[in-house]
């Protein structure tokens, strides 16, 4: 039996040395239009940041070492251009033109996926490269090294693109990820996306969500790169990681059936619509285990086994089955991993499956063994009985065993109910007698059962909060460091000495940290006779991460934190610095510990606390804004987060503020009027120039001084609309009080101020900001007038007329413009 094989690697090149396993009596031609056949596809980022420092590593085997070993006859740098059915011949070229045929008696296609490189205007210009295979390997590498690249843009925000974006900040590089969806890592919901956008920002990384590009443009300076909205990078080099699309041309030139999702066409025996005709791998498309609906799954993994299975049934006959993927996938974004089996909520609410979710935060490992990181865990499955739809993880340590078992249940049509069924290995450094996956397991069974009504971030977010009673049941500290705003406090611990308070005629909604105690509080609102009571899912460590929005960032400099220190802490003495770890330890456990930490300490001395919750560093910098600690410096590594703090020479309770001695000064923009703003920025920057604390308090006309040249979408009510019609869009576009005719007057104030070497309204803005002033906008005026805070700039912080008579309250001077 003469056998061709059409590509190598994971497909072609796996399904050759079965084929030889099987069988001595076969002649087996594999042709590859490469120069490899078998190399370490997934280990091409890692090559290009240094990690993987030898070039040899990423080769399994040589053509020639494979041919001698298993007998095959490999032609590389051979490609296959046409197939002919009725002769069961294809024709060959080769890379000097020669052009020849070959007979088959069967033949097996495993021809791969190309990178999808979208026709934009420049996108052939020098520096633009797409990542597939060896040689587009090569050719970055190259590049990298020899045009010295500081600056490089990626396009797409998926596996391939997070994980060279970590290469590349690895290689030295700044990195941007323009991302045309709200969020990276396609296969994962949003809720979890938004983990990663908090761990990409810490890293440095800048993301631009949302953005599409329009066009790109070889300059002096080295690419430009436009979006469709109107924002412009300067980069030196473009990665494309848009996507991949199935290499199909060669089946349906030959005639042979293309699916629904325009994959070949395969039974459950990998045999394609010519019973001589076999294929494998990232072209074929099949139905998925759960919906039963094609898809196109593009992973080595699948591939490997569909080569085992398709080399039996072309040497034994159809007899192995092939089952399907669910679409198993993991990956490494700098210290965090992010895993994904089978469907996120979003497909299956695409596809009209009824669903229901369950969302988890647990730890790697016992919390009191060292090492301890959290992983959130989310699971969807049936409202019906239960049967588990889809799994997703984002963590750090121990997650790519849990995705496998959730893998594996979900492959076998398995329950949530199964999830506290398996039996897990278990001792401290490993994991917890109830394991993170038997966790979500139980907690989705609650909610099956009606044992607890979820409440889910998006229903939180939209809900009108007047016809609900939302009720906070962490404890008093963790709720002055941040709440969800319309709630009331009241602590778990102390929740039955305030039943009465609770009104009974509307619905009662509780949350805490991670959702464990507004379950347990959910009981007992229930117990005590509450109706209508729900659980916020994943509680406000999930809700914090999914409405907090990305920013898009600010090519200038950096807005200054308000409220906050931050220098490097060097120059305290190791010996001076109390050490405290809260690594494992679960919420509120962390911001506990610093609390009891502080209290120990004398005036000036520094603690450094670990811990490994994402969200510690926020919440240490506001309870020291709120103590009056003085909050040093912030680092992260490997999921541990630590946090250094100089205890205040007179802590006052939490809650209150400290007094700054009478000095500083606070001006209140109430103008919109660019000379007026121009004297406030000039005013605001003189003083910070005396090392003074400055504040600056937009309200009404002067909220049009801090907006966004480049806005998001935002959605507004009509009369949000109207004012933004009539409101001047940004601070280009503010008119002179007196002489402004038409806007010439303006006009010339800008020229006569560049003529004579005075920096514009934005520059100086931009000074204030540099220098540390505070820009802080009213809530009440951006209410009114229908301004969204994703219009305003990044640094920008909201707050009413008690933060500005706060600001006021430490000041010796306060100006009205």
């Not at 072209?283 to 992973?299: D, M, Q, R, S, Y």
Request: with cysteine; hydrophobic share 40%; glycine share 10%.
């Amino acid at each position: 039996m003469k056998i061709l094989i059409v590509g190598g690697v994971a497909g072609g090149a796996t399904a050759a040395a079965r084929i030889r396993r099987n069988t001595e009596e076969a002649e087996i031609i594999l042709f590859e239009k490469g120069a490899y056949i078998s190399y370490a596809n997934c280990g091409l980022p890692y090559y290009i940041g240094g990690v993987i420092e030898e070039r040899e590593r990423l080769f399994v085997q040589t053509p020639e070492a494979f041919g001698k070993r298993f007998n095959i006859d490999v032609r590389t740098l051979s490609e296959v251009t046409a197939i002919d059915r009725e002769r069961k011949e294809v024709t060959v070229r080769t890379a000097e033109g020669k052009v020849y045929r070959e007979s088959y008696d069967k033949l097996l296609l495993s021809p791969g996926a190309s990178p999808v490189r979208p026709p934009l205007k420049g996108i052939d210009s020098e520096g633009i490269f797409t990542l597939r295979n060896v040689t587009d390997t090569d050719r970055i590498k190259r590049y990298l090294d020899e045009k010295q690249v500081k600056r490089a843009a990626i396009v797409g925000g998926g596996f391939i693109g997070l994980e060279m974006a970590e290469n590349l900040v690895h290689a030295g590089v700044e990195v941007s990820v323009v991302e045309m969806a709200d969020q990276v890592m396609g296969p994962i919901d949003y809720s979890m996306a938004s983990l990663v956008h908090e761990h990409l920002m810490q890293k440095g990384v800048k993301l631009y969500l949302g953005q599409a590009v329009e066009a790109f443009e070889r300059t002096d300076a080295g690419l430009g790169v436009t979006f469709k909205s109107g924002i412009r990078l300067q980069v030196d080099m473009v990665i494309l990681s848009i996507g991949v699309r199935a290499e199909t041309r060669l089946a349906s030139e030959a005639g042979l059936k293309l699916g629904e999702m325009k994959g070949i066409y395969v039974n459950e025996y990998l045999q394609t619509s010519d019973e001589a005709v076999y294929a494998v791998g990232d072209a074929i498309e099949f139905p998925h285990p759960v919906t039963g609906k094609p898809w196109l799954n593009f992973l080595a993994g699948p591939a490997n086994r569909q080569a085992r299975i398709v080399a039996d049934n072309i040497v034994f006959g159809n007899k192995a089955v092939y089952e399907g993927s669910i679409g198993t996938s993991i990956a490494k974004v700098f210290d965090m991993t992010v895993a994904s089996a089978g469907l996120p909520a979003k497909r299956l609410k695409q596809m009209g499956i009824a669903y229901l979710s369950s969302m988890t935060h647990s730890a790697s490992h016992a919390g009191y063994y060292p090492g301890a990181l959290q992983m959130a865990v989310k699971v969807v499955f049936s409202p019906q009985d239960g049967k588990l739809y889809g799994a997703q993880i984002v963590g750090y340590d121990g997650v790519d065993k849990r995705i496998d078992e959730f893998a594996l249940v979900i492959k076998q049509g398995g329950t949530v109910y199964d999830l506290t069924r398996l039996e897990h290995a278990y001792a401290p450094p490993f994991s917890s007698a109830k394991d993170p996956v038997a966790i979500a397991g139980y907690v989705a069974g609650n909610i099956l059962s009606g044992k607890m009504t979820p409440l889910y971030w998006r229903e939180l977010r939209d809900a009108d909060l007047s016809r609900v009673t939302l009720v906070d049941v962490r404890t008093q500290d963790e709720f002055e460091l941040g709440a969800i705003p319309g709630a009331v406090n009241m602590p778990l611990d102390e929740l039955r000495e305030h039943l009465d308070e609770i009104p009974r005629d509307k619905p009662v909604w509780v949350y805490c940290g991670v959702g464990l105690r507004g379950y347990l509080a959910s009981n007992i609102l229930k117990g005590h006779g509450f109706k209508e009571v729900r659980n916020l899912v994943g509680g406000i460590k999930t809700y914090k991460a999914a409405v907090t929005p990305v920013e898009l960032p600010s090519e200038g400099t950096p807005c200054v934190s308000a409220g906050g220190e931050e220098d490097s802490g060097t120059d305290m003495q190791p010996d001076k610095v109390i050490k405290v770890n809260a690594c494992g330890v679960q919420c509120p456990g962390p911001i506990l510990k610093l609390k009891q930490g502080i209290e120990a300490l004398q005036p000036g001395q520094c603690l450094e606390v670990s811990a490994t919750d994402a969200g510690f560093p926020r919440d240490a910098e506001a309870w020291c804004r709120t103590t009056g600690n003085r909050f040093l410096s912030k680092t992260e590594e490997n999921g541990v987060y630590r946090v250094r703090i100089e205890k205040a020479q007179a802590v006052p309770a939490v809650g209150q503020k400290t007094a700054v001695g009478g000095k500083g000064k606070t001006f209140i923009l109430f103008s919109d009027d660019l000379d007026k703003t121009l004297a406030t920025f000039v005013l605001a920057n003189g003083a910070a120039a005396t090392g003074e604390k400055v504040t600056v308090f937009f309200t009404f006309w002067g909220l049009n001084a801090i907006k966004k040249e480049q806005k998001p979408k935002v959605r507004k009510d009509i009369f949000g609309k109207m004012f933004g019609m009539m409101l001047p869009s940004d601070s280009r576009k503010l008119k002179l009080s007196k002489m402004n005719m038409g806007g010439i007057g303006s006009k010339m104030m800008r020229y006569v101020m560049k003529q004579k070497g005075v920096d514009s309204l934005e520059s100086l803005r931009q000074q204030a900001i540099a220098n540390g002033v505070e820009f802080i906008a009213c809530q009440m005026s951006m209410d009114v007038m229908g301004i969204k805070r994703e219009e305003l700039l990044d640094c920008v912080t909201i707050g009413g007329v008690a933060t500005y008579m706060d600001r006021a309250g430490e000041a010796n001077m306060n100006l009205f413009i």
